[in-house]
C-alpha cells in the first residue's frame, strides 16, 4: 500500500501531461479558491459586496499566476505566459462577475455562491490554460 502512495505522488510530482496536470490544476484551484473566498469573506464584511468579491479574485489572480506556472505546469513565469494567463482570466473574471451576479438575481445566499461560480469556471479554465502551457 506504502509502495502505490508513493508512486502516485512520484507520478504528481512528475507528470507533464494529462491526469497529473489535472489534479496539480485542481489542488491549485483549491488553494487559489480559498485565497479568494478568504479575502471575499473578509471584505464583505468592510465594504460592498460585489467590490470585496472581485477585490479578493484580484488578490487569488496574482497568487494563482506564480503557482500556476510553478506547481501546475512546470513551467517558468514568463512574460508571454504572463499575458495569456491573463487573458484566460480576463475572460474567467467576466464569467465569474455574470455568474456571481446570476447566483444574487435568484437568491443563492452570498457565502455560497462563490463555490457554485467556482466549480463552473475552473472547468473553462482549465481548458485554456492548456491551450497557454502546452510545450511546443
Avoid at 485565497?35 to 468579491?53: D, G, K, M, P, S
Wanted: overall charge positive; some cysteine; hydrophobic content about 50%.
Amino acid at each position: 500500500m506504502k509502495e502505490v502512495l508513493i508512486n502516485k505522488a512520484r507520478a504528481l510530482k512528475d507528470g507533464e501531461q494529462g491526469k497529473a496536470q489535472f489534479v496539480r490544476f485542481i489542488l491549485n484551484g483549491c488553494f487559489s479558491a480559498s485565497v479568494h473566498y478568504i479575502v471575499y469573506f473578509l471584505l464583505q464584511l468592510l465594504i460592498e459586496v460585489n467590490t470585496a468579491y472581485a477585490t479578493g479574485y484580484v488578490v487569488s489572480f496574482l497568487v494563482n499566476y506564480y503557482t500556476t506556472c510553478r506547481f501546475t505546469f512546470r513551467s517558468q513565469p514568463t512574460w508571454k505566459h504572463f499575458v495569456g494567463f491573463s487573458g484566460s482570466h480576463a475572460v474567467n473574471f467576466g464569467l465569474h462577475i455574470v455568474l456571481f451576479w446570476l447566483c444574487m438575481q435568484i437568491g443563492i445566499h452570498r457565502l455560497v455562491a462563490p463555490f457554485i461560480v467556482m466549480g463552473i469556471a475552473m472547468l473553462i479554465q482549465f481548458s485554456i490554460l492548456r491551450l497557454i502551457f502546452r510545450k511546443k
